[in-house]
């Protein structure tokens, strides 16, 4: 530890190396008080690993991140389902994974064509990317969708010839954080556009895509109201805009004024990248000392769960969250802790 003084910040970020540093954005402004917006972004979240160290290496990704390889781009099948897909009105990222589903299929087939798959030839591979590939059931559940589409939308064939079943999903509990472990990721996120952006999920339900692609103009500060445009399955739907979450993005915007965008990158004003987003978020918890495992969602979870245990309507839960159907919002009923904690163990009466 060293005294908070302008010249021992200067030694460190020369010691270390201004790159290799992190600095509390009260600090930044404090001995940089005209420090610009992107300026303070650099200082207290500097990308990792610097950008002078960074390489461009080949490694693999999963096959929902990874692009198309090129020489598939103009391959008939994938040309025929993205064509479907986009006249559909499909999201980008359904589009990628089927994509790369069918591009593994037709990798897979080699010099046979896919039109000439049978049923029980496409579930020898499923059995394939089961035994060897070693994916998940939610991953085979892509691939089946993507096989399923270019069968009946593109070949129009008859649900006989495509239909195979879904592997059976494992049932899990999401992961919620008590009220305790939000108020540390919100302690030590020294970030006041970061603290915010978590703050308006926990305070919302908001998903991550919605959150960075919220604009002021959806901000409706008569009304009360925070309106997300094109939400999963391109749903519109309105949440709440309360007086502390009002305060604490108006003290976030008489600092940072962004443009067009709530969360903007300093230099470009363009939505901020996801993946930014949950790397700081990774790095919090980290900080906070939470050893729960779960990323920037969980704070949605902690949202639907600490509603549920307060005694608000699973309906009007339902409506904030935008799940489609109610089962999906009654999986919170089991993680809730209020009720769960009050029962009598058999063991209490040994």
């Known amino acids: 530890m060293v005294p908070n003084s302008r010249e021992n910040v200067v030694k460190i970020g020369q010691y270390f190396g201004r790159d ?51 020489e598939y781009d103009r391959h008939p099948v994938i040309v025929a389902v993205s064509n479907a897909l986009r006249v559909q009105a499909y999201s980008y990222k359904t589009l990628k994974n089927y994509q790369q589903a069918l591009i593994t299929l037709i990798r897979y087939l080699g010099h046979k064509l896919i039109e000439e798959l049978t049923k029980p030839q496409y579930q020898q591979y499923l059995l394939y990317l089961v035994e060897k590939r070693r994916f998940s059931s939610a991953t085979l559940n892509v691939h089946i969708n993507a096989w399923k589409f270019y069968q009946e939308k593109v070949l129009q064939r008859d649900k006989e010839y495509y239909d195979v079943d879904y ?101 470009n004003q363009e939505p901020l ?15 906070a000392g939470i050893t729960k495992r779960g990323g920037i969602h969980t704070l949605r979870h902690s949202f639907a769960t600490h509603l549920l245990e307060s005694g608000t309507d699973i309906r009007y839960i339902q409506q904030l969250l935008g799940h489609e159907n109610i089962l999906t919002t009654m999986r919170y009923t089991h993680v809730t802790a209020d009720k769960i904690r009050t029962l009598k163990s058999p063991l209490d009466d040994l």
Not at 208 to 222: A, F, G, I, P
Not at 223 to 240: N, Y
Not at 273 to 287: C, G, L, W
């Open 273 to 287: 990248v996801n993946r930014t987003v949950q790397q700081v978020y990774s790095d919090v918890v980290q900080f």
């Open 20 to 70: 290799y540093c992190r600095f509390d954005e009260a600090v930044v402004r404090l001995y940089k008080p005209a420090a610009t917006p992107a300026e303070v972004e650099q200082a207290t979240n500097p990308p990792w690993p610097p950008v002078s160290k960074q390489r461009v290496t080949a490694r693999r990704l999963p096959f929902r991140c990874a692009p198309p390889r090129h």
């Open 167 to 267: 592997p059976r999903q494992a049932v899990k509990l999401p992961t919620v954080y008590s009220v305790d472990e939000v108020k540390a990721i919100f302690k030590v996120t020294t970030s006041l556009k970061y603290r915010t952006l978590f703050q308006l999920v926990y305070a919302t339900g908001l998903r991550l895509s919605e959150v960075t692609s919220l604009r002021l103009t959806d901000l409706d500060r008569v009304r009360r109201l925070i309106t997300v445009r094109g939400g999963k399955g391109r749903k519109d739907r309105i949440v709440m805009l309360t007086d502390k979450l009002e305060n604490a993005i108006d003290t976030y915007l008489s600092r940072y004024k962004p443009r067009k965008y709530l969360f903007e990158d300093a230099e």
